[in-house]
């Protein structure tokens, strides 16, 4: 169940940013009360739940499929065609599969591990510049921003944001290039993350309880 005050809820949050809801804990039924409450950008993290979801909807032309989870090579053949946006780009080799797959340049965000201790997924910090080097030759990826996710450590959940926020500036000076989009915040520190220039919100259970 959504919860009652959703559109009050999406109210607070500043227009120009953009909620992508996580819906892996939604029903078809409460997908439809997503659209029906004017929320029309997905995120999903499983390839079969997404299959499920995108063909439940598909009559729904103004939906914005983002695909947020890590995705396995081995399924990557089955959603790269169907999305419209790649959230969590972590390896060459899956840029490789978007690269030989995709049949139109792919919006990708570059996922990037801040924190290493936690062992998350996405591209080490340390290694962004020479990843983003050679992703910039793939004509089939368009690289539009970078993701993360907080995780606890030694830098407090602000701290992580801020330091992404300056990664992509650096990126920017170093290809001269422009990123526009930093996608990164969930239901307990969407806030946190909008203060450090947040231009995508991934929200899960906070729309839900
Ligand atoms: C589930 C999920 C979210 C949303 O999480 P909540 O804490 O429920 O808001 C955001 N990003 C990713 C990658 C997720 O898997």
Not at 41 to 46: C, L, P, S
């Amino acid at each position: 169940m959504l919860r009652n005050d959703i559109k009050e809820f999406i109210k607070t949050i500043p227009q120009d940013i953009t909620i992508v809801a996580a819906t892996k804990y939604l029903s078809k039924e409460e997908m439809d009360e997503l659209y029906e409450n004017g929320l029309k950008d997905y995120g999903e993290n499983r390839v079969d739940s997404f299959l499920e979801k995108y063909e439940y909807l598909i009559n729904n032309k103004n939906i914005k499929w983002h695909f947020i989870g890590h995705l396995q090579r081995n399924k990557a053949k089955q959603v790269i065609n169907k999305i419209d946006y790649l959230h969590s780009l972590d390896s060459l080799e899956l840029a490789k599969i978007i690269e030989k797959e995709r049949t139109t340049p792919l919006k990708t965000f570059v996922e990037v591990s801040i924190n290493l201790e936690e062992n998350k997924n996405g591209v080490p910090y340390y290694e962004l510049s020479s990843f983003i080097k050679e992703l910039l030759q793939y004509k089939n990826i368009e690289l539009v921003g970078l993701m993360m996710m907080a995780v606890k450590g030694s830098l407090n959940t602000q701290e992580q944001f801020h330091k992404l926020k300056e990664l992509k500036a650096e990126i920017e000076k170093e290809f001269k290039i422009t990123i526009p989009y930093l996608s990164m915040g969930m239901s307990d520190d969407y806030l946190e993350a909008i203060k450090e220039g947040a231009t995508h919100i991934r929200l899960g259970r906070i729309l839900y309880k």
